[in-house]
């Protein structure tokens, strides 16, 4: 059972429009939400994360959108330009802080910004 | 700064034969060191994690084994490979006691004939 989902699995948008990425989850006990980039052969990096008490929070072009009671959450990269092109995942945690802290994955979203 | 190196870059092997992966952690005393694997355009599912030398947590089944040891070495291994061990390996550490924030390694692609 997948308990963090993401849509669409592939997204093409043109350069300078703004990409939105979707994720929802099961677990209403989730309560850390970080979203990683990962380009071909490399290993993933955070690129920005919210906890479930904020329902915005913004860097620089990235902004994600929090909605804690549809259990849903949107990763929106503005200004989109061929260099983010990659797969983002997003993941989801609870007991933030807490030791052994599991993060669990989507199963990303293959974003490709045509020039 | 710290830095997260593994090796090999790439395996290529056969069904049935050993495999030993290694990550070693520099400029980070004591972290949490985790691995991840992940299918061919999948999904990354944590395998193990560990927060001391000697101690290793089993997250999911799947014939292989971890050990730490030392405090800046994790190592993924298992003595007969399987076709579905395919994939990325990613070895990651973390902050402080929890996972919240990931730093991976450029992981190890291994492809079992």
């Known amino acids: 059972q997948q308990q963090v989902r993401q849509s669409p699995q592939s997204l093409t948008v043109w350069e300078g429009e703004t990409a939105i990425l979707n994720c929802s989850y099961e677990?209403?006990?989730?309560?850390?939400f970080p979203w990683y980039q990962q380009f071909p052969g490399e290993g993933p990096a955070l690129l920005i994360s919210?906890?479930?008490?904020?329902d915005k929070k913004e860097d620089g072009r990235f902004t994600i959108f929090f909605n804690k009671r549809e259990k849903k959450l949107s990763l929106h990269i503005a200004d989109s330009q061929p260099g983010d092109s990659a797969t983002y995942f997003c993941a989801a945690s609870l007991n933030y802080g807490s030791s052994g802290n599991k993060l669990i994955f989507g199963i990303g979203t293959l974003l490709s910004v045509k020039p | 700064a710290q830095t997260i190196h593994q090796w090999p870059v790439a395996e290529i092997k056969a069904v049935g034969s050993p495999l030993s992966l290694g990550c070693t952690i520099k400029?980070?005393?004591?972290?949490?060191l985790y691995w991840y694997w992940q299918a061919t355009g999948g999904t990354l599912q944590q395998l193990f994690y560990?927060?001391?030398?000697?101690?290793v947590e089993s997250v999911v089944q799947l014939n292989l084994s971890a050990s730490r040891p030392k405090d800046d070495q994790f190592i993924l291994s298992t003595e007969k490979l399987l076709l579905s061990h395919s994939g990325f390996y990613l070895c990651a550490w973390s902050l402080g006691v929890s996972n919240e924030r990931l730093f991976f390694g450029h992981g190890t692609k291994l492809s079992v004939l």
């Open positions: 560990s927060i001391t030398v000697g101690q």
């Open positions: 400029g980070k005393s004591s972290p949490n």
């Open positions: 919210i906890l479930s008490v904020s």
């Open positions: 677990n209403s006990a989730f309560d850390y």
